[in-house]
């Protein structure tokens, strides 16, 4: 039987995709799931073409995630854990596709490893690292095009294009930055060809279930992004845009900032200057647009690949010290900022580190959505109090009798609460919540027959009108927690025709998705 012979270069690059993983396996247990990851594993009980701010993919992972590893907080982190070993992989396809050699490979690669953004992307069940995988798939493939002058490669392009605007919306901003970067290059001759023509239809069917669901509910997309334009996109600023885009891969800037400027200037990256010119354009269009600086992350990967290259291939007979000088510098100015990506200090611990660290100049790493600075990153915050809200939901459910149970509701005020209650809700069995936030909204009866109702919001002014008794039976009380000091009230005994004022209620803001 003939030996499989494996090369030294695919050693390496299997090793550092193994060690992707184990990072991500030996974090992924310490913090609770984040308040969209609760969303999006409730989306899976509701299979449909589309939903309040996502597109169907998610729900589609989440189901198999559940059938192959169950739904504990690990089993929940392992495809987006899978997703960055991946991506390493992907990576490394992109540097032997340039030319590169195992210096290119190691650089590149490792680059992506200990990158903040992506240990952090890589740690959260959300469609972000699953997006920010089809960014890095598309580079992959335009390299291929520019290289063989294939057409046929369109149809990959856009059936891929397909799927990652099944999985996030937001591929549209490399779709609309890639064909500008094109028309400033010689390969724009591609676009005259039958296989982009099929390739452009066949990306259009992929996405048609998606936009019917869409017209037919009033384009819930529109609706998102004018509430995020409002509520969050208003605070994000030109000066912090530019911060932010350092402070994501500050470890690897040498690296990839090396790969745009040989993409952008140097003769050798010439033929790739495609890719250049798409980042330059990515970088526009969210600046016009006022998007979140992670909007930009699947582009960098590609920097990353360009970068390793570029480095092994100038450095190859000169300094030949700078190659594994790279390495260090990266792992040296990394150490400290993984605390900030990976969730390996405890909540108090975390606040200790994070104050301390301010005077280093990371504090945009604590910077919220609402253009504040606390004790907390965000997405750390938003891991903390769910355990403890659903335990005290299911406490106040099961002091009821069973006549009571039986015509009792759940009633939670954003998405993050009902998702954490209907996830831990199936070990305590408790009824799903209702929810008049994001696609909870979609699911929410139209009416209700009740005698009882579990109140999860901090504002009672308008319950406690049609209610006898409201009284307070706990909350989340830690401290860390983004709601923290929450209320849960136990309602009983409606009144003033309740009945009527719910199915009003849920009529009216059901008619904007009509």
């Known amino acids: 039987m003939k030996k499989i012979k494996i090369s030294n270069e695919w050693i390496l690059i299997l090793s550092l995709a193994f060690f992707k993983l184990f990072i991500h396996f030996l974090t992924s247990a310490n913090y609770e799931l984040h308040r969209d990851a609760y969303l999006y594993l409730s989306l899976k009980d509701h299979p449909d073409f589309g939903y309040m701010s996502v597109p169907p993919s998610i729900a589609i992972v989440a189901k198999i995630s559940e059938f192959l590893f169950g739904n504990s907080t690990f089993a929940v982190r392992i495809f987006p854990a899978l997703t960055g070993a991946a991506s390493v992989i992907v990576i490394a396809l992109i540097v032997k596709r340039l030319g590169g050699k195992f210096w290119a490979i190691l650089i590149a690669c490792f680059a992506f490893i200990i990158s903040p953004a992506f240990l952090r992307s890589n740690s959260l069940f959300q469609p972000v690292s699953f997006n920010q995988f089809y960014w890095l798939l598309t580079a992959y493939f335009v390299v291929v095009l520019i290289q063989t002058q294939n057409p046929k490669f369109w149809i990959h392009l856009f059936v891929l294009w397909g799927l990652a605007f099944l999985n996030k919306y937001s591929i549209a901003f490399l779709i609309v930055a890639f064909f500008p970067a094109l028309l400033l290059t010689k390969d724009r001759k591609l676009i005259l060809t039958k296989q982009f023509i099929w390739g452009a239809i066949i990306g259009f069917f992929i996405i ?12 819930p997309v529109v609706h998102h992004m004018l509430e995020l334009q409002r509520t969050q996109l208003v605070n994000v600023r030109i000066g912090d845009f530019f911060m932010s885009q350092l402070l994501m891969n500050i470890p690897n800037l040498l690296v ?13 990256g010439k033929p790739y200057r495609i890719l250049g010119y798409t980042f330059i354009f990515v970088i526009l269009v969210l600046i016009l647009l006022r998007g979140k600086p ?19 291939k100038y450095f190859t007979n000169r300094l030949r010290l700078a190659k594994p000088l790279i390495l260090v510098v990266m792992l040296f100015f990394s150490l400290p900022i993984i605390p900030y990506s990976l969730p390996i200090l405890p909540f108090d611990k975390m ?52 006549e009571e149970k039986s015509r ?13 209650i ?34 999860v919001n901090d504002d009672t002014s308008e319950i406690s009108l049609y209610f006898n008794s409201v009284k307070q039976v706990g909350g989340i009380t830690n401290i860390y927690a983004r709601e923290n000091g929450l209320p849960v009230f136990l309602c009983r005994g409606p009144r003033n025709n309740f009945e009527e004022f719910y199915r009003n209620k849920v009529r009216k803001l059901k008619s904007n998705y009509r």
Not at 209 to 219: D, K
Not at 408 to 420: F, K, M, P, Q, V
């Open 294 to 312: 992670y909007y930009t992350l699947g582009i960098y990967t590609t920097l990353f690949a360009v970068g390793g290259f570029a480095i092994e």
């Open 256 to 268: 990839w900032v090396f790969g745009l400027l040989f993409l952008l200037f140097f003769k050798d």
């Open 208 to 219: 048609l279930p998606n936009l019917i669901w869409q017209f037919s509910h009033n384009w």
């Open 408 to 420: 009792c509701a759940i009633y939670a005020e954003n998405y993050g609460e009902a998702g954490a």
């Open 422 to 455: 209907k996830y831990y809700g199936k070990k305590y069995k408790l009824p799903e919540p209702i929810c008049f936030n994001g696609s909870f909204l979609f699911w929410a009866p139209d009416s209700l027959n009740i005698n009882s109702l579990i109140y």
């Open 351 to 402: 606040i200790v580190y994070a104050e301390k660290s301010k005077q280093y100049g990371v504090e945009e790493a604590l910077r919220w959505e609402d253009g504040r600075i606390h004790q907390l990153p965000q997405d750390y915050a938003d891991m903390i109090g769910w355990k403890e809200l659903g335990l005290t939901v299911a406490k106040a459910y099961h002091s009821l009798n069973e």
